[in-house]
């Protein structure tokens, strides 16, 4: 089945420092990203949707300055969380559509911001 | 969006049947009916998706009554691994934005 592989899966660093996550779709060219966030015993909430070579489409309240989407490539898109500070810490998911295919998720990034 | 209804929790023993159902009554001609599941700090995880006629795959079965306003998720036999929530999802036609909702949190008794 398809694999979307999600990079780094844990980070904890520091208020104000950036933080890159990739996501990768390994086996299929994804012409369309979403970010989603979850917070702790709560659902998942879509940020952005990003389709290939063109800018992202940030959903209401989503700071686009705050949450730098890249979508480069058919197989990569990267969020940058930037000066991040301790209430974005949260479970950072990406997911990858190509084609035909449902949507299909990383493993998520739990990201904790000191 | 469209909005789906399940229930929070259920429970169901291991080696048998577990079916969840989904209220969507306003559900329009082009939504699609898709069905995710979550472990704990695992991303959402495709189970089965259709339109209108039911739909198996090899983990389960999708069930969508005839008016569409409702579909049923059926696992044949429920293992410890299927112990997860389970998303019941809408998405218009060739608008591929999935919107979560709560859920229902499946529990396997051994």
């Known amino acids: 089945g398809a694999v979307v592989s999600q990079h780094p899966s844990r980070v904890i660093c520091k208020s104000g420092t950036s933080v890159k996550i990739e996501c990768r779709s390994l086996d299929f060219q994804a012409t369309t990203m979403f970010w989603y966030r979850q917070f702790p015993k709560k659902s998942l909430m879509l940020m952005a949707t990003?389709?290939?070579?063109?800018?992202?489409?940030?959903e209401q309240g989503v700071e686009k300055d705050k949450f730098l989407i890249n979508h480069a490539s058919l197989t990569l898109s990267t969020l940058t969380v930037t000066s991040a500070h301790p209430e974005d810490s949260s479970f950072y998911i990406c997911?990858?559509?190509?084609?035909?295919?449902?949507?299909?998720f990383g493993d998520g990034t739990r990201l904790s911001i000191l | 969006d469209a909005k789906t209804t399940q229930p929070n929790s259920m429970e169901s023993n291991e080696e048998e049947p577990v079916h969840l159902p989904c209220n969507h009554s306003?559900?329009?001609?082009?939504?699609?009916i898709h069905w995710y599941r979550q472990l704990p700090s695992q991303g959402p995880e495709y189970v089965i998706h259709g339109l209108t006629s039911n739909v198996n795959n090899r983990m389960a079965s999708l069930a969508i009554a005839e008016d569409r306003k409702s579909s049923t998720l059926i696992l044949h036999r429920a293992t410890l691994r299927d112990a997860a929530v389970y998303y019941c999802i809408l998405s218009f036609g060739s608008n591929y934005k999935l919107t979560f909702g709560k859920g229902t949190l499946l529990t396997v008794n051994p």
């Open positions: 997911s990858a559509k190509g084609g035909d295919q449902p949507q299909h």
């Open positions: 990003s389709n290939e070579g063109s800018k992202a489409t940030y």
């Open positions: 306003t559900i329009s001609g082009t939504d699609y």
